[in-house]
């Protein structure tokens, strides 16, 4: 028997006691299934840094052209495989440089030259090989949609289903029945949308700054820090720091939601500061303090701004909505193919014009974001 329609029928009434452990149960699938391969993944992709200071530069001699076309060729297996998921665990992401930069340093200590490897290479092997079996064994966990996964009973996916349409993510039909869309009108639907491109423009300014991962190993190293095993491990404190900032931050923007964008374009101004007084003072400690607050910065706006792109493409029709929000997150995929060559070596130590960059970027951003709080406050009427 066809139980579709009578899950997408449901009535969802807030707050009960069903409601509640429906919503721990069906987090115990996605969570641990997808923030543990993310972790990985961002553990792996972030070695080449940590592989430039532990000695790949003596071994094989990049030139910092090499370097950054490395870091975009590094992407490639990677971003083929994003599009196959949305739900992402941006925590996972954070701390990936906290363990990445701690692990790295222990790999290539304890690895180094063995099997007549270079310790450099090591973490890409282990962590590359861990973050494939995690994804492997995720996908036996994960979820099927809430209508129609086999892994919840009738009652739990009516109950997720009506809980989704009561606040808004899933669109229905006259009768509370999904109608099919075909995948072309859903696509011009998408891109016809004007909100689509203002908020792909402000995630853009976002991303663009994350190639800042690739050369944080390298600053401390370039500002003095000449013992390799040391400048690795320095970058651990960047992240702890990150996340003390993003998690709090993320807890209240849940709680004044209305206000994402206000949040995320304070939390950018704030970057473009940090990253102009960063170009302007040669002091390294407060350099460091002040990369410190870069790295938050952009790490806490992350978040933010995905968790608010979902709530304007709610009343698209799901094909649309997905189309949008994963052109949202696939335009990122852009940024290492420039972002990766504002850091150069012969601007080193200070590497003013990726800074300068940065900060033209995260005031843009923050200059967007204000006038989305203003323009998506009209409600938005999807078509049919």
């Given amino acids: 028997m066809d139980h579709k329609k009578d899950v997408e029928k449901a009535v969802f009434v807030e707050k009960t006691d069903e409601e509640e452990r429906q919503v721990r149960k069906v987090d115990m699938f996605p969570m641990p299934t997808i923030w543990v391969p993310y972790l990985y993944s961002y553990m792996d992709r972030t070695n080449i840094g940590n592989a430039k200071v532990a000695g790949m530069n003596g071994d094989i001699g990049p030139s910092s052209t090499h370097y950054f076309l490395a870091v975009v060729v590094f992407q490639i297996g990677y971003l083929n495989a994003e599009s196959k998921r949305f739900i992402v665990f941006l925590s996972a992401r954070i701390l990936s440089g906290t363990f990445g930069g701690i692990v790295a340093g222990a790999i290539t200590d304890v690895l180094d030259r063995a099997h007549d490897v270079a310790g450099w290479g090591w973490p890409s092997i282990v962590e590359g090989a861990a973050t494939v079996g995690a994804a492997f064994i995720a996908r036996f966990f994960l979820l099927d ?215 033209g970027l995260l005031i843009f951003g923050a200059a967007v974001y204000t006038a989305v709080f203003v323009l998506f406050r009209r409600p938005f009427k999807a078509r049919t």
């Fill in 145 to 359: 949609y809430p209508a129609t996964t086999k892994s919840l009973t009738l009652r739990r996916r009516e109950l997720t289903v009506a809980r989704l349409q009561a606040n808004g993510i899933t669109s229905s039909g006259e009768h509370g029945e999904l109608s099919e869309v075909p995948h072309w009108n859903a696509f011009m639907h998408s891109i016809s949308n004007w909100r689509l491109w203002l908020l792909c423009a402000c995630y853009m300014t976002i991303i663009s700054c994350y190639s800042l991962g690739y050369v944080n190993p390298t600053w401390p190293k370039d500002w003095g820090t000449q013992e390799r095993r040391r400048s690795k491990y320095m970058t651990v404190s960047l992240y702890v720091v990150a996340f003390a900032i993003t998690f709090p931050t993320c807890i209240l923007a849940d709680r004044l939601h209305t206000y994402r964008p206000i949040m995320a374009a304070i939390v950018l101004a704030l970057g473009s500061l940090f990253c102009t007084l960063s170009a302007g003072i040669y002091a390294y400690v407060l350099c460091y303090v002040f990369l410190c607050f870069i790295n938050s910065a952009i790490w806490t706006a992350n978040p933010l701004a995905l968790s608010y792109a979902s709530v304007p493409m709610g009343p698209l029709h799901q094909e649309a909505r997905a189309i949008s929000l994963a052109l949202i997150n696939g335009m990122r995929n852009l940024a290492p193919i420039y972002g990766s060559y504002l850091f150069q070596d012969r601007n080193a130590p200070k590497l003013l014009v990726g800074l300068g960059t940065y900060a």
